[in-house]
């Protein structure tokens, strides 16, 4: 299967890493490793407080830049126009870039008017600052808002994705506006490691049931961004396109939804779905 996935013009690896929670040199080293490695995507934000490490490991790893697909966000607090403005270019300056592949409205915040914020979205890209654009934490409904206010094309939707959590409405709408779906959190923050039915299938494989979490979400065409702190996770992670799981194995992992399955807390709008 290809190993990236394409929208509206952006072509993005099917793997990337999530750097929420890593910090300073740690940080450095995970994204230098990760791309040694063979990552060629790397997730952060300006909440994460960690852009200049990012930036640290990217160079670190000797790759060419723009082999890397670095995405970044910008926080809640910061979607009036001005401040988001402020935001982008203080991401690119601590990431020593000149500009990012993917940048992102972090969180929706329904006391700002989307159409400032959109507009100020639209302009970083415009700009240069940005090579594609796109939300993430988006419903259904702010997904149809959001697609008629842009002037320029949105290429994804960054969401809470695994096997606990129903997303298929929300990829579905996404999809129809022609974005690809990120999954954050893609192995339940380390839950799924522990889960009988994944180590079965995994036990078939010869592969971990973390492995057989992320390979299910990418053989949807989500993109996966897991993070770890760990050097041999990494690879763990990263080596999940040499196995392909059956059409019943997949059924059997889709019912591991349940209701309160959703791991991080949302305070946006009630109509994920
Ligand atoms: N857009 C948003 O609002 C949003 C929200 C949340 C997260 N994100 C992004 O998505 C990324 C990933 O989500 P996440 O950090 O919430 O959770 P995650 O990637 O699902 O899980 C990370 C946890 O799983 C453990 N882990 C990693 N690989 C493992 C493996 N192979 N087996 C068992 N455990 C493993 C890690 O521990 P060790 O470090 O010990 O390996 C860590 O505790 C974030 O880092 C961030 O970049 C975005």
Redesign the pocket.
Known sequence: MPQAVEANGARIPLVGL????LRGKTCARMVEAAIGLGYRHI???AM?GNEAAVGEGLRASGVARDEVFITT?VWSSDLRARDFERSTKESLAKLKLSNVDLL?I??PNPSIPLKETIGALCKMKREGLARHVGV??FTLALIAEAVKLSTEPLVDN?I?C?PYLDQSKVIAASRKAGMTVTA???????RV?GDAVLARIGKAHGK?A??VCLRYLVQHDVVV??????PE?LK??FEIFDFKLTPAEMKEIAGLAHPGGRI?EWGGAPDWD
Not at 225 to 230: E, G
């Open positions: 999530g750097t929420w929670d997730d952060t934000a994460y966000k992102l972090h969180w993430s934490n960054q809470e695994h954050y959190s893609p192995i339940a923050r380390g490691a971990t973390a492995q961004i897991p993070r770890t702190s760990r996770r763990e992670n991080v």
